[in-house]
Structure formats: structure tokens, C-alpha cells
T-cell receptor
Framework: ELKVEQNPLFLSMQEGKNYTIYCNYSTTSDRLYWYRQDPGKSLESLFVLLSNGAVKQEGRLMASLDTKARLSTLHITAAVHDLSATYFC?????????????FGSGTQLTVLP | NAGVTQTPKFRVLKTGQSMTLLCAQDMNHEYMYWYRQDPGMGLRLIHYSVGEGTTAKGEVPDGYNVSRLKKQNFLLGLESAAPSQTSVYFCASQRARRTYEQYFGPGTRLTVT
């Protein structure tokens, strides 16, 4: 059974600071996704990571994937208030025919002025 | 291009009542999914479909049924609602490649009393 663990679950940080959210998963997978969810809203796709060593950046967010360690990170650089949201990682099931994703519990990020 | 839409946005049911949630997408996506999201948790897959006329069970299928009679629509039914089914329900769609991201609808907030 594929398990996905995110930490921390809650993160409160000052504007301008850097921090990293971690996503660990239990079995081999070939794809990992990061999503953002604002309160009461739907999920917005941030990054799709498909290979070991993949790194993608968008603004103040950078995601990376280490398939050997079964670990993905979402790094926040010089946080701003607009980044306050819940961030989810989701891992694709290893079966060749399955399309399922298993989501982590989410990291609720609050950026304080 | 509306993307993924869900009907209704909110609903309150009494225990034992039935209802159907409608998901529609206009992106010509092959794959469609129904998830539920409970407080403090990530999304859990209820059922999914890889094409018109096909459906499959996800992680938490009990108490739900689905149908995909048309490619653009995916219906989720609750035959006899229970308080444990109080949740926010998200529909998602995806192009017919495992590595593409899923696009989510705005969600349906369901309360069963």
C-alpha cells in the first residue's frame, strides 16, 4: 500500500524567510505532483515531477524529486503573504495500468507579516 | 472553456436520502475521478473512470456508485446517505496519459444530518 507523508503539517513563517516542505512516500513511483489549495477553494496544480533529480521552479517555489530516497521537497524562498495556503503532494501508484494518486495530508502554510 | 464544473456546490441531506453529484468537463479528457476531502486530510479517491462507459473503485468506494455514460460527464451517487459521508467532494479530469496532472473542479460541500 502506497503511503505518503508530508511534514510539517502546519507551518507558520515570517515574510522574507525560507523554508522547505517534505513529502516522503513508501513505494517506487514514476510521478509526483504538488498542488496548492486556498481555503474553501479547489486544488491548483503547481508542479509535475517525473524523473529522479527533476527540479522545477515557479516564482518563489521550487520543487525537487529524489526517487531513490522517495522524497520530494517544496522549497519556499523569501515567503510572501500570498503564499499562505495548504500545499499537497500526490504520488502516482506504481502499477502500470493504474491512474490513481495518493495524496499527503497537506501542509497548511501561514506567512505572517 | 469552463474546465471542470460540479453541481451542486452545497447540499444538506438527511440520513437515508439519496442524491447525485454531477461533474462535467469540456477539455475532452479521457480520465475522470471522484475524491472526498475530510478536515485535516488529503484527498481520497472514491471511484474513477478511464473512458466512457468504464468505471473502477478507488480507495474508499463503499456507499457510492458512479456512472460515465458520456465522456464529458461523471456522476457520483449516494443511494442512502450517512453522516460519515459528510465531506467536500472534488471531481477531477486528466488527459489520457498517466503523467499529466489532474484538473480539479470547485468542489461540492455535502452535509448529512
Amino acid at each position: 500500500e502506497l503511503k505518503v507523508e508530508q511534514n510539517p503539517l502546519f507551518l507558520s513563517m515570517q515574510e522574507g524567510k525560507n523554508y522547505t516542505i517534505y513529502c516522503n512516500y513508501s513505494t517506487t513511483s514514476d510521478r509526483l505532483y504538488w498542488y496548492r489549495q486556498d481555503p474553501g477553494k479547489s486544488l491548483e496544480s503547481l508542479f509535475v515531477l517525473l524523473s529522479n533529480g527533476a527540479v522545477k521552479q515557479e516564482g518563489r517555489l521550487m520543487a525537487s524529486l529524489d526517487t531513490k530516497a522517495r522524497l520530494s521537497t517544496l522549497h519556499i524562498t523569501a515567503a510572501v503573504h500570498d503564499l499562505s495556503a495548504t500545499y499537497f503532494c500526490a504520488v502516482g501508484h506504481p502499477s502500470g495500468s493504474a491512474r490513481q494518486l495518493t495524496f499527503g495530508s497537506g501542509t497548511q502554510l501561514t506567512v505572517l507579516p | 472553456n469552463a474546465g471542470v464544473t460540479q453541481t451542486p456546490k452545497f447540499r444538506v441531506l438527511k440520513t437515508g436520502q439519496s442524491m447525485t453529484l454531477l461533474c462535467a468537463q469540456d477539455m475532452n479528457h479521457e480520465y475522470m475521478y471522484w475524491y472526498r476531502q475530510d478536515p485535516g486530510m488529503g484527498l481520497r479517491l472514491i471511484h474513477y473512470s478511464v473512458g466512457e462507459g468504464t468505471t473502477a473503485k478507488g480507495e474508499v468506494p463503499d456507499g457510492y456508485n458512479v456512472s460515465r455514460l458520456k465522456k464529458q460527464n461523471f456522476l457520483l451517487g449516494l443511494e442512502s446517505a450517512a453522516p460519515s459521508q459528510t465531506s467536500v467532494y472534488f471531481c477531477a479530469s486528466q488527459r489520457a496519459r498517466r503523467t499529466y496532472e489532474q484538473y480539479f473542479g470547485p468542489g461540492t460541500r455535502l452535509t448529512v444530518t
